[in-house]
């Protein structure tokens, strides 16, 4: 497979209250094929999502990295709680019709492809939706908008920050469908993130375990369910109930 991106011994320092340093990524690298789902496990705070905004270019005021990450090809994120990323006082239709205008290879017109992407999600009357505010959609759809925004950004990478935290398991399941439907549909490659296991178990390709801002293991997701090497690896699938421990 042709890879479509990587970032390399990425270290990442971000300022305390007492004027020192604390370590959140070290020496971290991070690679993706074309068409690939990496999922990145770990329990919160070890750098998971931190690793993303490194990806992107992204980090916070303050920060300080070794090393700053190359070009990449056209990347979007989806965020894990969506009414913190949409204008509560906004329609859904504004939203997406701004991503829309400030895209340079955008055409067309703003508002059909914005009820376009909406369909394309799997969002019902599409029409309606789009003059709707966010509090009268339903977390699950929500999610959907911000994927859609993502889409009108016509990316190849996709990274996706716990997209299903707070959603129940029915949507849950619903929303990482459609996120393997948008890479056998689209072809995009897929980061996805998640302190679960289980939601990665029959999603990603590859894992990447990572714990205190280090990759502690990684390899294809068989190998990390049924021969994981790592004691921090065994102790997440330990966590996890009804785990399988031996290849069936």
């Given at each position: 497979m042709t890879e479509l991106f990587r970032v390399d011994h990425v270290t990442v320092d971000l300022p305390r209250a007492d004027g020192?340093?604390?370590?959140?990524?070290?020496?971290?690298?991070?690679h993706a094929?074309?068409?690939?789902i990496v999922g990145v496990v770990g329990e919160?705070?070890?750098g998971k999502t931190m690793l993303m905004r490194a990806i992107l270019g992204l980090l916070p005021p303050g920060a300080q990295g070794t090393t700053a990450p190359p070009p990449h090809p056209p990347a979007a994120m989806v965020f894990q709680d969506p009414m913190t990323s949409l204008d509560p006082v906004r329609r859904i239709g504004y939203h997406l019709v701004e991503v829309v205008r400030r895209h340079a290879s955008a055409h067309g017109h703003a508002r059909d492809q914005a009820i376009a992407a909406l369909a394309r999600v799997g969002i019902d009357d599409p029409v309606r939706r789009f003059r709707q505010y966010p509090h009268e959609l339903s977390g699950g759809m929500r999610q959907r908008v911000m994927i859609a925004m993502a889409l009108l950004a016509e990316p190849e990478l996709l990274l996706a920050d716990e997209p299903t935290t707070a959603l129940?398991?029915?949507?849950?399941?619903?929303?990482?469908?459609l996120i393997a439907d948008l890479r056998a549909t689209e072809g995009l490659t897929v980061v996805?993130?998640?302190?679960?296991?289980?939601?990665?178990?029959?999603?990603?390709?590859?894992?990447?375990?990572m714990s205190a801002g280090r990759v502690v293991e990684e390899g294809p997701v068989d190998d990390i369910f049924y021969a994981p090497r790592h004691p921090?690896?065994?102790?997440?699938?330990?966590?996890?109930?009804?785990?399988p421990r031996s290849r069936p």
């Open positions: 020192r340093l604390a370590r959140v990524l070290d020496d971290v690298s991070c094929d074309r068409g690939e919160s705070g070890s129940d398991v029915t949507i849950q399941a619903q929303i990482l469908d996805l993130v998640t302190h679960d296991l289980g939601v990665i178990a029959g999603l990603a390709d590859r894992v990447m375990v921090y690896t065994r102790a997440l699938l330990a966590a996890r109930p009804g785990a």
